[in-house]
């Protein structure tokens, strides 16, 4: 009886812990933005303002893409949405820095890597793990993994200032 007790809760720990990097990584991308705009504009010749845009669509694009996410995944499951989120955010990622023209910066950041965000909002991640927490935790879990929100964003902010001047935004 104890290994069962054990083995549910380190289940759920891990749960708790997989979701918490997932909702972090994503709210710590959106984060960085600042902190990528000055690079991003001297390595692709993109004026500051056209980026600035672009980072408004991508604004835009990650509070509009979360209603119709949560829509596809009450039709097709949340691990379907989620993973989606995952893709389109590491393909964001990578080829923002390849973006020379405001057209491309607002393809790639505003739209590929602010829906990927999007698909990853809280109230995806916490739908995915509620069924399995059960009420009483899910309601204690739910503090937690907000406050991974601003634990991503501490975390990515300085690693990308120092990966930025290390190697620079690519």
């Not at 997989?18 to 504009?41: D, E, H, M, S």
């Amino acid at each position: 009886m104890e290994t069962k007790t054990m083995q549910g809760r380190q289940g759920i720990l891990f749960i708790v812990m997989a979701a918490c990097l997932l909702f972090g990584y994503g709210a710590g991308v959106r984060g960085i933005y600042g902190i990528v705009i000055k690079p991003l504009t001297a390595l692709s010749g993109i004026s500051y303002a056209d980026a600035g845009f672009s980072f408004g669509i991508a604004q835009l694009m990650h509070g509009l893409t979360q209603p119709l996410w949560g829509a596809l995944a009450l039709r097709k499951g949340n691990r379907l949405v989620l993973l989606c989120g995952v893709l389109l955010m590491a393909a964001g990622l990578i080829l923002t820095p390849l973006a020379h023209s405001v057209s491309s910066l607002t393809l790639y950041l505003g739209i590929i890597l602010a829906s990927g965000t999007g698909a990853l909002s809280f109230g995806l991640v916490m739908g995915t793990i509620s069924p399995i927490l059960g009420p009483k935790r899910a309601s204690a879990v739910s503090g937690i993994l907000n406050a991974s929100s601003g634990i991503g964003s501490a975390i990515l902010s300085p690693v990308m200032q120092g990966l930025n001047s290390a190697v620079g935004i690519q």
